[in-house]
């Protein structure tokens, strides 16, 4: 007390503790997310199953919440995982684009490091794809590369996908895109189908013929045409569907019907004979081919640079109609 005065201290106001979170605990728990098993996740980053658990563990400590539904050896994520992340895909994957960007250089010179996930529809990976990634691959010993081929729609973000291979129009304009070339579809039938069944002259005539359909492909009975400057949408009637290019394709060599493929699948059996391209009057949508991936600035070196490889490799694709000989 001073002069009669009660002096009294005033007290700090309370802050929250600062949590500190440790970057392979949240790849860890991506890496769950995805894969679904703790097993899973394990083999794929190479480590154990307990340490893999204990790195949730430690992370449902830091934030002060469950993240797994434990029961019989199986896990179910709470709301609370789903939650985090759908945030944290993005962000994790901006900071680890980020230091590679600083680390690795943007300017084209350095060796790139790290690692780079591929995905791309199977026929045109196997067929045109892959010879492209193993150019690039050879050309950058250091990176690690994974490649997957599937003709579903992948999400890239939620899967931890660093860039597409897209063929047709787009559907997810969240993604950032660089359009690598242009392709068609191509109506085309086996000789011997023909000879038995006759030639279509007029769109009208398909309704006659057994067509063999497409079934990743949204409103796969409708068939898309351009006659002068009129778009037409002719309806056709699969008694057969299957979920890949090549297998339709194959159907077709084998006399089952008409189908309506891109040309970098039946460019070299038109060429040599083993199938006939029909209607040849009436022009068919064109197909573009898109390199797509998740929104991340600044792009990283590894990503610019293989869109640039992909590019320069399609600008002249070499597997359209009236190309391929054999």
């Excluded at 895909?89 to 590679?100: F, G, K, N, S």
């Excluded at 949408?233 to 394709?249: D, H, M």
Aim: proline residues 6%.
């Amino acid at each position: 007390m001073q002069n009669g005065i009660g002096l009294v201290a005033k007290a700090r106001p309370a802050y929250p503790a600062v949590m500190r979170y440790d970057l392979n605990d949240l790849e860890t728990f991506l890496t769950v997310m995805e894969l679904g098993t703790v097993t899973a996740a394990a083999a794929r980053l190479n480590l154990s199953k307990s340490v893999v658990s204990k790195r949730i563990t430690d992370l449902e400590a830091t934030l002060g919440a469950a993240l797994f539904r434990r029961n019989a050896g199986r896990i179910t994520p709470t709301e609370a995982a789903l939650h985090l992340a759908d945030r944290l895909r993005p962000a994790l994957a901006e900071l680890i684009a980020a230091a590679e960007s600083t680390a690795w250089d943007m300017d084209g010179v350095a060796a790139l490091r790290g690692s780079l996930s591929i995905s791309a529809p199977m026929s045109f990976g196997i067929l045109h794809l892959g010879p492209i990634i193993a150019r690039f691959a050879k050309a950058n010993p250091e990176l690690e590369i994974s490649v997957s081929y599937d003709d579903r729609t992948r999400d890239l973000a939620r899967e931890g996908i660093d860039i597409g291979i897209r063929v047709g129009k787009l559907r997810d304009k969240a993604l950032m895109q660089k359009k690598l070339c242009e392709d068609e579809a191509v109506p085309c039938a086996s000789p011997a189908y023909l000879d038995r069944h006759g030639r279509p002259q007029t769109l009208n005539d398909l309704r006659d013929h057994q067509v063999i359909g497409y079934s990743h492909v949204p409103n796969s009975r409708i068939w898309e045409f351009q006659d002068r400057d009129r778009f037409i949408s002719q309806p056709v009637e699969s008694r057969i569907s299957l979920n890949n290019g090549e297998a339709i394709r194959d159907m077709a060599i084998e006399g089952l019907g008409i189908a309506m493929l891109p040309s970098f699948i039946v460019a070299r059996e038109i060429g040599n004979g083993r199938l006939e391209r029909i209607l040849p009057d009436y022009a068919t949508r064109r197909l573009p081919i898109t390199a797509v991936w998740p929104p991340v600035t600044p792009m990283p070196a590894k990503l610019r640079r293989f869109i640039d490889h992909v590019a320069s490799e399609l600008k002249d694709p070499p597997w359209q109609v009236g190309k391929e000989k054999s």
